[in-house]
């Protein structure tokens, strides 16, 4: 689903190989669709998908590599030699974390200015174009027909992610089977009220 918040994103997935120095960042928050993005990019170059705990630089294998979470930890050494086999034209390099390049741990002087360097490209929390389109391919998915007033009451006030889009569409067809009634604006006022509940539990 695209929108303004990560067309950026997919515009720069798709310009690959002409990556400037072979490798890419795309960061944003938990649940936006990068790995959704990372595995068009990998359909697109035949990519490996390698743990970021467990990578054996000598051993690559292939010539276009995904590594995810990289701001949850990675070997210094490793991430700059992979970059630095990006930049000679060796590998095409993808990287996804939640946070930009310049904000990673860095052991190595070296390594902080090629972060720092780094290409990259950011996926904002979905505006309501993505989240309009998300909800309706799950009400779809599902045979169900909202009432027209029925998604713009859920942009204005449901959390604003991609799975809560998903969840709140499947919460709406289980209660609408066990309650013998129409999907509405009241069964979705009921299933928001009751997860703003939840959360008051824990706060």
């Not at 936006?32 to 490996?48: E, M, P, Q, R």
């Not at 970059?83 to 070296?110: E, H, V």
């Not at 007033?149 to 919460?171: G, K």
Request: net charge negative.
């Amino acid at each position: 689903m695209v929108g303004a918040t990560n067309r950026h994103a997919l515009s720069a997935i798709e310009s690959w190989p002409s990556w400037t120095s072979g490798c890419l960042a795309v960061y944003g928050p938990s649940a936006v669709g990068k790995t959704h993005l990372a595995h068009i990019w990998t359909d697109l170059s035949a990519a490996c998908v390698l743990d970021r705990r467990q990578i054996e630089p000598a051993s690559l294998p292939g010539s276009a590599i995904l590594i995810e979470d990289v701001d949850q930890g990675i070997d210094s050494e490793t991430l700059f030699h992979l970059i630095n086999m990006a930049g000679r034209g060796d590998i095409s390099l993808l990287l996804t974390s939640r946070t930009p390049p310049f904000s990673w741990q860095a052991n190595l002087p070296d390594l902080r200015s090629r972060l720092n360097a780094m290409p990259v490209a950011e996926i904002l929390e979905p505006d309501d174009t993505v989240l309009e389109a998300i909800l309706r391919k799950h009400f779809t998915e599902l045979s169900l027909r909202p009432p027209e007033d029925l998604i713009p009451y859920l942009l204005r006030r449901m959390e604003r992610s991609a799975p809560a889009a998903r969840d709140i569409v499947m919460a709406l067809d289980e209660l609408a089977d066990l309650s013998q009634r129409p999907i509405s604006r009241l069964l979705a006022k009921q299933i928001l009220e009751k997860d703003a509940e939840n959360i008051d539990l824990f706060e």
